[in-house]
């Protein structure tokens, strides 16, 4: 009954979230309006962004999509914090209509890829790979820099998403207090979670995703993120332990008191950061076989 009773709560948050249309009306602190309208900008406007840079992009193409962002269009030039997105649904829009009148893709929309297929040295990819592991003893004299942390996210924004909505969020916190109040709340940092001198809570904007076949698209798209803010932070030379959120809508709603994250933002994972102490040591972590990994057919 316990399960059944989160799957009911979890059914209720979402279908609030995403409960949205043109020119809907009525609010819910569950649904986050703006967050709903950019998506579904984002949605229609990538569809033109990715037709472009198909093989052989057909003649013409992307009339409906356009008729769609010309509706969206006019709500969201009625509200504030969309103006980025705008502009790249009006550049996606001419863009198009210039390719259908004259055959000329856009460099601008759908530029030509900067990456020539060359490969990187797979000694050093295999050294990097295999040096990253869980870190659970972190240098309690070493602060993280916020301004590291900036460029770690700001790298991990490229990080794919379905339809390019990137609604994955990054909640970083380095006061000693607020790190206690949220680990305090997760059950796996137990024995390392006073070394810890930094934290992420990686969450997904709920609004951003569309009906029942996206219901659990927040936890592949905000699991991307994760691990791209965890190969990042190896880069950067900083140890990181993901600490899992597998925890009741109770426990959730206790977390984000604490770590003031919005009521439209779904926790995905917490990660802990830091400096290796000295000569830590790392779980052993035996790796399964390939021939368990891999099945070709």
């Not at 649904?31 to 309208?37: F, I, N």
């Not at 020539?116 to 004299?141: C, I, K, P, T």
């Not at 916020?146 to 909505?165: E, F, K, M, Q, Y």
Request: proline share 4%; with cysteine.
């Amino acid at each position: 009954m316990a399960i059944a009773g989160e799957f009911f709560r979890d059914y209720q948050i979402y279908a609030a979230a995403t409960a949205w249309d043109y020119g809907s009306t009525g609010r819910d602190v569950r649904r986050d309006e703006r967050e709903a309208l950019v998506s579904r900008l984002t949605i229609a406007y990538h569809g033109l962004e990715k037709g472009a840079s198909l093989p052989t992009p057909r003649r013409p193409f992307g009339l409906t999509r356009s008729q769609t962002l010309r509706r969206l269009l006019e709500q969201a030039r009625c509200r504030d914090g969309t103006d980025e997105s705008i502009a790249h649904a009006e550049s996606a829009m001419a863009a198009v209509a210039s390719f259908n009148e004259g055959g000329e893709i856009s460099d601008l929309v759908t530029p030509r890829s900067a990456w020539d297929g060359a490969a990187f040295e797979a000694s050093a990819v295999e050294q990097f790979v295999r040096n990253r592991h869980s870190v659970r003893n972190f240098d309690m004299h070493r602060s993280v820099d916020a301004g590291v942390i900036a460029d770690v996210v700001s790298l991990a924004g490229t990080t794919p998403s379905v339809c390019n909505r990137r609604s994955y969020r990054a909640h970083f916190y380095d006061d000693p207090e607020a790190i206690a109040g949220l680990l305090s709340l997760q059950n796996g940092n137990a024995g390392f979670g006073h070394t810890v001198p930094a934290l992420i809570v990686v969450t997904e904007r709920r609004s951003a995703f569309v009906g029942a076949g996206e219901r659990n698209q927040r936890w592949v798209d905000g699991g991307l993120f994760a691990m791209s803010l965890v190969w990042l932070l190896h880069a950067f030379g900083l140890g990181s332990c993901f600490l899992n959120w597998s925890q009741p809508n109770s426990q959730t709603r206790r977390l984000r008191a604490i770590g003031r994250i919005p009521e439209t933002e779904d926790v995905i994972v917490l990660i802990a950061i830091g400096y290796p102490a000295e000569g830590h040591r790392v779980a052993r972590s035996p790796e399964r076989s390939l021939s368990d990994l891999l099945e070709r057919h």
